[in-house]
């Protein structure tokens, strides 16, 4: 995973390199690193643990103005200064910061121990550092040196070389790693995503799988495997710098729960993807013919953990308005189960980052087996959205804790819209079709009135925080949100959380309840409530303390809890975009009172970016 960033130009590089670190620390924060050209020799200072290790190792003074840095997840060798990256060549005159995973380093590693390299690192970057100094002969220059050790790499790649021996050049080159050329004024930027350019260029260059940029303060070159010049068109990145700050709030994780009424809104275009006397959504991005609707008669989802999650709200949306069968997929499992890839079906990706490997390479199986996959990508110009068919951006805006909040919700809103599209063209109603859309637009201010309940979530959370373990349950279209609800509780508290289908209790589950096993259960008003009070009745009767969030106002429902959260009403079809909320509170106010490393748990980064 790891995040990569160099600049050269004219302004000092270590600040400019630190600060892009500090926005990529999402993409790993077990060490850090810079090298830098100092005199006539480039240094390297790498630190395990956050930034701020790294930062208090920095020489108060470093003046260069070249430099490259990362922030490392760490696959190959354990967390340590020494795996910590850039890694230099043996004699000094090669420094490199690498963003994934060399799968033939084993081999490439022997053979370059037989020439004499002498390995300092555990990791499988470090053989880049040799390959190119090993290539850089006399006879090749710096980027054929590159070019010719990226021919030996089998893997994924997103790496940035520093030259001892050329003070004004850095090389980056791409296979499967993201990584974005920043045009400045007189100085050039290379990083892992465009973030890291925040304050210095909005002009981006996105190299594609296969590219090496060669960039100077002054210029920058884009060629292909061939080392043929190519033109890339130069585009420009919306980022405000505000909004990837944390402002007001202790984390980004309040921050980002507290902004999803906006995020929401944004989803549906602030109300433009909505046609309100139609009854019905507009998404232009899908580049789906109307007569393209016609012939979908499955509909497949590819997503990971939290976006898994909004595929699953999003199916029950699609199936109940539009009728069409919605299967959501593991991409991971997707990918190796020999997917049968059918003409009739829309495949359909589900990322935030977009940059997550599992899915990618679900994707790239489809699309190697001829089918057409549109993508619900947040990171503008990330790799999945470049690699779809066509798609629609959720527009949560970045999203800097690792745990999603505003990115599920912004997804399962961009879902419920495609769902009311194909529910109208086939057998919703236009009446149905506004009622839709009213409700919809009213979904920013109920999320609104929901996060007011945060007070109280946080002095429920004192009270379930010393539980080693916590059940999540629900039934129909509120099942997802339980193992949402489960997920965001383990990865930020490391409380152990379950969710299960309310059906499912007797079936197994039960035998956990005792009084050391609180339940929070989701009980919505309408059909199946009868049976949520009996399950929650049947938990109670084994002592189980019950946390229940609910939308209805029957008496019963305070019987049967021990504590009992009320959420405005919203249509059914749409109210997992509102359950979810209590949840994400609950999981942030207890991993508060246990003291975590809320917006980077331990042992998790934010873009899974190696399968
Ligand atoms: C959970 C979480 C992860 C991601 C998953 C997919 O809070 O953040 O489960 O949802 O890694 O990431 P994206 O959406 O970037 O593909």
């Not at 999603?404 to 819209?417: G, I």
């Not at 938990?539 to 303390?545: L, Q, S």
Request: with cysteine; proline share 4%; aromatic share 6%.
């Amino acid at each position: 995973m790891c995040g990569i960033v160099g600049y050269c130009g004219p302004r000092k590089a270590m600040p400019v390199l630190i600060q892009g670190l500090r926005q990529l620390e999402y993409r790993g924060y077990d060490s850090s690193g810079v090298a830098f050209l100092q005199g006539d020799s480039i240094n390297v200072v790498k630190k395990q643990g956050k930034l701020v290790n790294l930062e208090n190792a920095l020489p108060s003074r470093a003046a260069s103005t070249i430099g490259i840095a990362h922030t490392r997840w760490a696959t190959h060798g354990g967390v340590s200064d020494e795996n910590a990256h850039p890694h230099l060549s043996g004699n000094g005159k090669v420094a490199v910061v690498h963003n994934g995973i060399i799968d033939n380093f084993v081999d490439l590693r022997r053979e370059l121990q037989d020439k004499g390299y002498e390995f300092k690192s555990e990791t499988d970057s470090e053989v880049l550092a040799h390959l190119i100094d090993y290539y850089l002969d006399g006879t090749r220059g710096p980027e054929e040196a590159v070019s010719a050790a990226l021919d030996r790499i089998e893997g994924t790649y997103g790496i940035i070389v520093l030259f001892k021996d050329d003070s004004e050049l850095l090389i980056g080159a791409r296979n499967g790693s993201p990584l974005i050329v920043g045009v400045g004024e007189k100085e050039m930027i290379l990083a892992s995503d465009a973030t890291a350019f925040i304050g210095l260029s909005r002009q981006a260059i996105f190299l594609d799988d296969g590219e090496m940029a060669v960039i100077s303060p002054r210029e920058y070159r884009t060629v292909n495997r061939h080392q043929q010049e190519i033109q890339k068109p130069v585009e420009e990145v919306d980022i405000e710098a505000a909004e990837a700050m944390k402002g007001e709030y202790e984390h980004f994780l309040i921050k980002e729960i507290m902004e999803q009424p906006d995020a929401v809104s944004r989803a549906m275009g602030e109300g433009g993807r909505l046609l309100k006397d139609f009854g019905t959504a507009k998404l232009g991005g899908l580049n789906l013919e109307k007569r393209d609707f016609f012939d979908i008669n499955r509909i497949h989802i590819l997503a990971m953990g939290t976006g898994y999650y909004a595929g699953m709200v999003g199916a029950g949306m699609i199936e109940n308005l539009a009728r069409i069968p919605v299967q959501v997929f593991d991409a991971s499992e997707y990918r190796v189960s020999n997917p049968i890839v059918q003409r009739d079906t829309l495949y359909l990706a589900i990322s935030q980052s977009g940059e997550t490997a599992d899915t990618i390479m679900a994707v790239k199986e489809v699309q190697n087996k001829g089918g057409r996959v549109l993508g619900i990508v947040n990171v503008v110009g990330s790799t999945l959205a470049r690699l779809t068919e066509g798609g629609v951006y959720t527009h949560a805006g970045p999203e800097k804790s690792v745990a999603s909040t505003k990115a599920f919700t912004s997804q399962s809103t961009v879902l419920a819209l495609m769902a009311l599209l194909l529910g109208r063209m086939r057998d919703v109603p236009v009446r149905r079709g506004k009622e839709l859309v009213d409700a919809l637009l009213e979904l920013p201010n109920k999320i609104h009135r929901t996060l007011g309940l945060r007070d109280r979530i946080r002095e429920l959370a004192k009270k379930y925080k010393d539980y080693q373990s916590i059940l999540y349950m629900a039934r129909g279209n509120q099942y997802a949100i339980a193992l949402e609800g489960a997920l965001k509780l383990k990865e930020i508290s490391y409380i152990h959380a379950e969710g299960f289908s309310s059906g499912g209790l007797k079936h197994g589950p039960l035998a956990l309840i005792s009084e050391d096993m609180p339940s929070v259960f989701i009980a919505m008003d309408g059909e199946t409530l009868e049976k949520d009070i009996n399950n929650i009745q049947e938990v109670r009767a084994r002592k189980g303390p019950t946390l229940v969030v609910t939308d209805s106002d029957d008496p019963r429902l305070e019987d049967v809890s021990d504590d009992l959260l009320r959420i405005p009403k919203t249509d059914e079809v749409l109210s997992p975009i509102l359950t979810v909320v209590p949840m994400q509170l609950f999981a942030y106010y207890v991993a508060l009172e246990l003291g975590r490393e809320i917006d980077q748990p331990r042992n998790l980064a934010k873009s899974v970016t190696v399968e």
